[in-house]
């Protein structure tokens, strides 16, 4: 019988990303995981304003651990073009998804 993969889910584990010290505390957190899902609730603003350097040091850091990471985000474009780019560069990146739902990023996390 095959063992599921344990996805942790951020805002069932009351994490969230506000600054980049909130990274390296959700780093932690899913060491003993798959991976780790988020939602865009769980994303500051700053986040998605790609100028403030919070999404480029948390997939930076996602990705030196070689921790896979899913963003639930259902409209990449909503938060401006740039992101909109971002999210599309990572449609097939081998650990951090942008997703649509998080149906689908449950199955690409459990993959």
């Known amino acids: 019988m095959s063992e599921e993969r344990r996805v942790l889910v951020a805002s069932e584990a009351s994490i ?8 390296t505390d959700a780093i932690g957190a899913c060491f003993d995981a798959e991976g ?6 769980e994303l500051a603003p700053e986040f998605f304003n790609l100028r403030s350097g919070l999404a480029g040091e948390f997939l930076q850091k ?15 474009e909503a938060h401006g073009e740039r992101f909109k ?17 998080r149906a ?8």
């Not at 969230?16 to 990274?23: A, E, G, H, L, P």
């Not at 780790?36 to 609730?41: A, G, V």
């Open 16 to 23: 969230s990303i506000r600054s980049v010290r909130d990274v």
């Open 36 to 41: 780790i899902l988020f939602t865009e609730e």
């Open 62 to 76: 996602f990705v030196n651990y070689r921790l896979r990471v899913a963003l639930v985000v259902p409209h990449p």
């Open 85 to 101: 780019e971002l999210a599309y560069e990572h449609r097939t990146h081998p650990l951090v998804r942008f997703v649509r739902t």
């Open 104 to 111: 689908e990023a449950e199955a690409w996390l459990r993959a």
